[in-house]
């Protein structure tokens, strides 16, 4: 039985922000002595460490307690208190209370980390407090991001697609600062001062891209950056350049996981029978950390399934001395590790049987087929369509409704001539008002963007396995033209000119490494490929308006085959349905529910 390494070795995203906040934050307090120290968390910076380490390693650095700067907390007098906060000015007031007695503080002494920029006001309502003679540490920890995987983050922020989006352009500015001042953070975690490109196609590009140089300048006069090598690159791209994936079925593992099921935080409950034969809810979280979730995330569902079942096997085989063996030692001492990853086994087993269900159940093989053929614009013997044969039907099907918003969303994009056409395609589905103002928003929408054709039909018959996943996003052929030097500079400039000459040498540095790598051919074919070492200067794409997890795909592959450094960032991570609910919320406001963090005790501290 093969299992990928669960837990990556390089030095990529998800390593390098725990070793900064184990390091420098909660371990980096030379005159305090171990377990001396407790951490003190708001909501948002408790998302940032659970998003990279794990309770067991904040403790193991010397912390004895974890609290919650908003909730009742004891008096530790005897121990130094390490703040991880947002610069909320709420916050700023709670450090203020905590020693507003000089005879009683809460704390011996305060270490102060925020994980943005103090403003002047903050900063001097601190100095004037009593809480300053108490204060040994003040510093700003750039970390205003959470890490997905080891080399996605994102900022958990939907309402960032109503401010980027909204027809009245209600916060664009400040969404548009807040987004490049996140991002600076992300860069300066991976020691980044990359040269930056941006898509033409949206003004937010170009704005982002703008407010995150003269960010990043503050911070290379600063000296953050003068041990950096070879400058990586930086492509700032907005959802208006792809309005396919969004909407298209991925029929890959972790995407149609994360569609058909719709977990929350990536947990997936489901019910257990224990040895009483009772049922038990029990709860899995889908991440790094399980090497099955690690090694299926990216196959297509047959596969993938095929491959659960035929290791469950396997594994069974291979520890059958465990259940039934006559070293009683052994036995106990192998046991957690065999029940765990038995459990871990079953999980899987009952997700990927839910996802074949449902994809039976739905008959999504046909509307899978439809989908792929306005897509790429092209059918499965490479012919040209503009209206596949079975769509008509499909409209006029019993099929759920969202599913026939869907597609009708997609054809939009695959033919936009026919949006002056609605009530002929649109009748027959006959949507609620709800709908009718989704589909509104998302001509408008589309109407944000100067990208024409959306459509991408296949480079050659490698590229695809099975008719109902043809389609590509265009991040593949985005990175793969940022990787060979290929990517026209008229639609995806350079932010500074003068960098492009810089881009160029820096490429043909490593070119030699590179040029003999091919493109990635079939996305599906092994589900598994070879570790390779990163080669070249790292690529960074950020993605505003979010992220799918078909493009979180495309990262993973394109690094595993090709040794390609390549990170993902996204204002947030979306599915179709998310997708489709944020679109119409578009003429709502920003407190809509479609626009509201689902992270677990996501509360508001400020």
């Known amino acids: 039985m093969e299992l990928l390494d669960p837990v990556p070795h390089e030095d990529n995203l998800k390593t390098l922000t725990k070793e900064y906040i184990l390091k420098e934050i ?4 030379v005159d305090v002595k171990w377990g001396h120290k407790v951490l003190i968390l708001d909501t948002a910076t408790t998302r940032i460490i659970d998003s990279v380490a794990q309770m067991n390693e904040i403790t193991n650095a010397g912390v004895s307690d974890v609290c919650i700067i908003s909730r009742k907390r004891m008096n530790l007098v005897k121990l130094d208190a390490i703040y991880f906060l947002t610069a909320t000015p709420a916050n700023v007031n709670a450090i203020i209370d905590d020693f507003a007695s000089a005879d009683q503080p809460k704390y011996k002494r305060a270490h102060l980390f925020f994980s943005g920029h103090l403003t002047a006001d903050l900063m001097k309502k601190l100095a004037e407090s009593r809480a300053m003679v108490r204060i040994r540490t003040l510093k700003e920890a750039p970390l205003e991001y959470l890490v997905y995987d080891s080399n996605v983050f994102h900022f958990g922020t939907p309402k960032s697609f109503y401010n980027l989006y909204n027809a009245r352009g209600e916060g664009q500015g400040v969404e548009q600062n807040e987004i490049a001042e996140k991002l600076t953070s992300a860069l300066a975690a ?26 990043l300048e503050q911070l290379r006069k600063k000296g953050l950056f003068k041990n950096a090598g070879p400058r990586g690159t930086l492509i700032i791209l907005d959802r208006t350049h792809d309005l396919i994936a969004p909407l298209v079925h991925e029929l890959t593992y972790q995407a149609m996981v994360e569609d058909i099921l719709e977990l929350i935080n990536d947990v997936y409950s489901y019910h257990y029978t224990d040895g009483e034969g009772k049922s038990q809810l029990r709860e899995a979280i889908l991440n790094e950390n399980d090497p099955i979730w ?52 079953s999980v899987h087993i009952d997700l990927s049987k839910e996802c074949m269900d449902s994809f039976n159940r739905t008959g999504l093989e046909r509307i899978c087929t439809v989908e792929q053929d306005l897509a790429c614009g092209l059918d499965e013997v490479h012919k040209k369509v503009t209206v596949p044969k079975d769509f008509k039907l499909l409209l006029q099907d019993k099929m759920s409704p969202i599913l026939k918003l869907r597609l009708l969303l997609l054809f939009y994009v695959a033919n936009p001539k026919e949006m ?16 009718d103002r989704t589909i509104a928003n998302f001509i408008a929408l589309m109407k944000q963007s100067s990208r024409e054709n959306h459509q991408r039909p296949p480079k050659s018959e490698d590229e695809w396995e099975y008719v109902v996943s043809r389609y590509l996003p265009t991040l593949h052929d985005i990175l793969n033209g940022v990787n060979d030097g290929t990517l026209p500079s008229k639609e995806y400039p350079f932010l500074n000119g003068e960098e492009e000459a810089e881009s160029a040498a820096i490429r043909s540095s490593t070119q030699a490494n590179l040029s003999k790598k091919k493109k990635l051919a079939s996305q599906w074919s092994s589900g598994r490929t070879e570790k390779k070492k990163s080669d070249g200067p790292r690529t960074v794409v950020f993605i505003t308006g979010g992220v799918t997890y078909s493009e979180i795909r495309t990262v993973h592959k394109l690094r595993e085959a090709f040794g390609l450094d390549i990170v993902l960032g996204s204002t ?9 609910k944020q679109v119409g919320a578009l003429s709502e406001n920003v407190n809509h529910r479609a626009f509201k963090s689902t992270f677990i005790g996501e509360t508001s501290d400020s």
């Not at 909660?26 to 307090?29: I, Q, R, S, Y």
């Open 26 to 29: 909660v371990g980096g307090l």
């Open 294 to 345: 690690r090694t299926v995330r990216d196959m297509h569902i047959q596969p993938a399934k095929t491959w659960i079942v035929n290791n469950f096997k396997k594994f069974r085989e291979e520890n059958k001395d465990i259940a039934g063996g006559h070293d009683l030692t052994k036995q106990l001492r192998a046991m957690p590790k065999f029940q765990q990853l038995k459990g871990k086994f």
């Open 572 to 580: 947030h991570i979306i599915t179709p349905n998310t997708f489709i």
């Open 420 to 435: 002056s056409n609605r009530q002929a395609w649109e009748g027959p589905c006959q949507f609620s008002d709800e709908y």
């Open 190 to 215: 991976l020691g980044e001062n990359p040269i930056i490109r941006y898509a033409r196609i949206n003004k937010n590009c170009s704005a982002i891209a703008s407010k995150t140089y003269e960010k």
